[in-house]
């Protein structure tokens, strides 16, 4: 009767598993001021570009001439066209407005996009990696193939050894705040097109982007729009983790398979676009106007402005971090295009197996995320909850407020 491959799902979500731990030890110690650098939530407010929109759209929806019910299925033109114009054509990029599928948010669109995918594909994602590809995947009974990222290699996966059919591929990289330069990322649009393989890039952090030889967007790299989606979200750009909005581009050009058609017997083209069109206006109602007027303001001036000094507030906590944990004698990785930093929990250069000559012998990230919460109060996030090779690190992340983020700098160092 029920879908077996949940059974396959490890037991709880890592968020919940460490809201869980966190819950008991404020219950045990009331007077603990904890300082969470785990969750990817952001702190600051809204752009004040994005709260006069929300006041307008909101006075508009008080009036029976300007209220609006249902939107249109892939988002409102006005979102759509700003979109484009300034997060592609802007870059030379030539994407139409019809590849563009606004949403509540990348979670929901890079966990449901697989369903347009037959249950046999076999499924590569980067380990360590968000944990959402794979449970969702896993959800739908495929194959799952890891691509470890590791200080060995830099964080770049190697290209697969056997087929896959699909790669999830996320830069700027949560957990490991890492990215991929043009020619890393071309090897694998490259890869995809020889291979007849689809690659699902998830952009969330692409506003973090600091380096100039980073692309925003794989549509830089020439052929991507034959082989790859991808997902955006305002959710780190924009503070809309509460808000929810976000976006998903699928080229016309991407996987057009020649299919039977049951009814006629004739064969027929079908692209994905038509198939994500078909999927949302069944099972998705669009996201809020509200949302999406919200959204469009983070596109005028003064919007790009304020979301751009924001940015700046959370990556100077990213610097601040990675002198700090640096000068401690941790080896830190990413949070220079990126709001997450990926500690080693080791304080030896390299990452030891665990238990072995790691701090005081507490090296594995499940042992490390305990010992700051219990003797810091400071929360992090194991890394070991994003994959196997996350094991001996932890992800800390930029998004707190600078007294904060300070705070917690000084308390890790006194636990040292
Ligand atoms: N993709 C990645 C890599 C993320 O880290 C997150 C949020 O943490 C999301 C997608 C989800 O973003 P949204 O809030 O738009 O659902």
């Known amino acids: 009767m029920i879908n077996e491959n949940y059974l396959k799902l490890s037991e709880s979500y890592l ?9 008991a030890y404020k219950e045990a110690h009331s007077e603990a001021d904890i300082i969470s650098l785990g969750i990817g939530d952001v702190t600051q407010p809204l752009a004040p570009a994005v709260i ?25 033109d006005f979102l759509r066209e700003a979109i484009v114009q300034n997060d592609f054509r802007a870059r030379g990029i030539d994407i139409e407005a019809d590849e563009v599928f606004v949403s509540d948010g990348a979670k929901s669109d890079t966990g449901n996009f697989q369903e347009l ?3 046999d594909c076999v499924v590569a994602v980067t380990d360590p990696v968000y944990p959402v590809y794979i449970d969702a995947n896993m959800m739908a009974g495929r194959r799952i193939v890891k691509l470890p990222c590791t200080p060995e290699n830099s964080f770049v996966p190697e290209l697969p050894t056997e087929h896959v059919d699909v790669i999830y591929l996320c830069y700027p990289n949560n957990p490991t705040g890492t990215t991929l330069t043009k020619a890393q990322l071309k090897r694998w649009v490259d890869y995809a097109l020889e291979h007849d393989a689809l690659i699902f890039y998830d952009a969330a952090y692409e506003a ?13 790299i020439p052929g991507a729009k034959q082989c790859a989606v991808e997902f955006h979200s305002y959710s780190k750009t ?13 080229p016309k050009g991407v996987k057009s398979e020649k299919v039977k058609s049951e009814k006629s017997g004739l064969l027929k083209t079908i ?8 999927r949302q206006s069944t099972k998705f109602n669009g996201t809020s106007y509200l949302s999406q007027r919200a959204a469009e303001a983070i596109y005028t001036p003064e919007g790009k402005a304020q979301i751009k000094a924001t940015i700046a507030y959370y990556m100077e906590n990213a610097r601040l971090m990675r002198e700090a944990l640096t000068d401690m004698g941790f080896k830190v990785y990413g949070g220079k295009d990126a709001p997450y930093l990926w500690v080693s929990t080791s304080l030896t250069p390299d990452p030891s197996p665990v238990g072995e000559g790691n701090l005081k012998g507490e090296g594995s990230s499940w042992g490390f995320f305990d010992k700051m919460l219990h003797e810091a109060q400071v929360v992090c996030t194991p890394g070991a909850g994003f994959g196997p090779n996350g094991e001996g690190f932890v992800r800390l992340t930029a998004f707190g407020t600078h007294e904060a983020t300070k705070e917690a700098l000084k308390r890790i160092e006194k636990v040292l």
């Open 15 to 23: 968020f919940s598993e460490i809201a869980r731990k966190v819950k």
């Open 52 to 76: 006069a929109a929300l006041h307008k759209a909101t006075d508009e929806m008080a009036q029976s001439a300007t209220f609006r019910g249902y939107g249109p299925e892939r988002g409102y």
């Open 117 to 119: 995918l037959s249950a």
């Open 208 to 220: 973090y982007i600091q380096s100039e030889d980073v692309p925003h967007s794989i549509y830089e």
């Open 238 to 250: 924009a503070g809309f983790t509460g808000i929810r909005c976000g976006y998903t581009v699928v």
């Open 271 to 278: 692209s994905l676009n038509a198939m994500w069109n078909r």
